[in-house]
């Protein structure tokens, strides 16, 4: 009898995985696609050469991550590329603000009256952020917090909806990339603990980055993969699972899935009814004849490209895709364009981009004009450098991705309380009504995101219950 099974080979179960693997227990893993990955794999989407990554792209959470930082990745051929800006936002007269490695640049890019307003957020949490992410993402229960005043401080700050935090600055060009920011998780503005949000990916970009990996987000999985097989646990893919009796004996279950879909396989019937599932995304691959033509000079250095005129433009499109179930007239847009510092990604001269903007939930429609026009609007001329393009709206996420819900790129909700308590409200986020089974995908604490936090939390439940039996 095997120690533990893990089901779904994303970033948490493979972190999962590992993490048990490494305490000496049996573990194998099963995935219901032919390769591992979840939301960080690599694809031949539109023409041969380009390599497209299918969901995630730049990594300012993994590259911070406590569980991938105290694991060798490097040694299976995982390795961080960062871009001369980690992130841009540029504005239609030309300009743009962005989010740099360096506090200063940052801060000046807004200019004189809100610089000195971002010093003073962000500068506490700088020199004590390794600290803060451990202590921020182990939450709640696993471990102890290592600097309880300094979580404490963040957490006034970060509590209340970036609305209020947005009353911090004087002008637009600020408040827009901070409103971008907490845009990342889908997260209407003026929702509970949307300041973290923002915040976070803030504070992320300063202390490590927005790195994209080399060859692609396949790279993570690959190396989780990797290191869990030389540790002894056994992969196998191309094996959906439908029940717990086509899983083999184990004294652990852990999945990696969507709450509703261990609800189905475990029997746990309307356990998770309540649990609610948020926007989708309507998300576009372009195969490029040449890189994006900017206008904004910024734009062109950054890994990370955010596309929303000003911040009641992407409230706008927020509240469309969450609360009024349309798609919005002009999505705010996330893009990434990783071959600006990885050629490996495409052809010589030739570049992959994506880009996705939020739409409601289960929508069907087709967002690309939409889409195309707010590029259009910061980079004219776009159009013609497409050679090929890779469309996928919610129902096709769905079928890549049987987690992305939907089309819920963010497995649940990042709204209310389900903000921070997922997927019920409990002390123990990744038990189930099953003693031997747990949960640990990103519907579980700290939530979205390519980091394996949700995998390493449920893999120390695990291993204590392992230990006690």
């Known amino acids: 009898m095997l120690d533990a099974v893990v089901v779904g080979a994303g970033p948490n179960g493979l972190t999962a995985a590992v993490e048990l693997a490494r305490r000496g227990f049996s573990v194998a893993l099963f995935e219901a696609k032919g390769t591992v990955g979840g939301g960080a794999r690599t694809e031949e989407l539109t023409l041969p050469g380009f390599r497209h990554d299918p969901c995630s792209a730049a990594h300012p959470l993994a590259v911070s991550s406590p569980a991938f930082r105290g694991l060798p990745l490097e040694r299976y051929g995982l390795e961080w590329l960062h871009p001369e800006l980690p992130m841009a936002h540029p504005f239609p007269d030309g300009t743009a603000a962005v989010l740099s490695r360096s506090v200063g640049e940052t801060a000046a890019s807004f200019g004189p009256r809100d610089a000195g307003a971002y010093r003073r957020l962000v500068t506490p949490f700088l020199h004590r952020w390794d600290t803060l992410v451990r202590d921020f993402m182990s939450l709640p229960l696993t471990a102890l917090p290592r600097d309880p005043v300094t979580l404490a401080r963040f957490g006034l700050v970060g509590l209340p909806p970036s609305t209020w935090l947005a009353r911090r600055f004087r002008d637009e060009r600020a408040r827009t990339l901070f409103a971008g920011l907490v845009a990342h998780v889908m997260a209407p503005l003026s929702g509970f603990a949307t300041s973290a949000i923002g915040l976070v990916f803030a504070l992320a970009a300063h202390t490590r980055g927005w790195p ?258």
């Open 212 to 469: 994209v990996a080399r060859g692609g987000s396949q790279a993570i999985s690959d190396a989780l993969a990797g290191h869990l097989r030389e540790l002894g646990g056994a992969v196998h893919t191309d094996y959906e699972v439908k029940r717990l009796d086509d899983l083999p004996p184990a004294r652990a279950y852990v999945f990696d899935t969507s709450p509703t879909a261990l609800a189905r396989i475990a029997g746990f019937g309307d356990h998770y009814a309540r649990y609610r599932y948020g926007p989708g995304v309507f998300k576009i691959d372009y195969a490029l004849d040449g890189p994006v033509p900017w206008t904004a000079p910024e734009a062109r250095r950054a890994g990370t490209v955010q596309i929303g005129a000003d911040s009641a433009e992407i409230g706008a499109a927020l509240r469309a895709a969450s609360r009024e179930k349309r798609a919005p007239d002009a999505p705010f847009l996330i893009t990434v364009q990783p071959s600006v510092v990885d050629p490996t990604r495409a052809p010589d001269g030739k570049h992959v981009f994506w880009a996705y903007g939020h739409v409601p939930h289960g929508w069907d429609g087709d967002l690309t004009d939409a889409i195309e026009r707010q590029l259009e609007r910061f980079a004219p001329g776009f159009r013609d450098r497409v050679l090929a393009r890779a469309t996928a709206g919610p129902p096709e996420l769905a079928a890549r991705n049987a987690n992305y819900v939907g089309g819920d790129i963010a497995t649940g909700a990042v709204s209310g309380l389900q903000t921070l308590l997922r997927p019920k409200l409990s002390l123990f986020p990744y038990a189930t009504p099953h003693p031997a089974v747990f949960i640990c995908s990103q519907a579980t604490p700290p939530g979205p995101g390519v980091h394996g936090m949700p995998g390493h939390n449920a893999a120390k439940a695990v291993w204590r219950r392992l230990r006690q039996t």
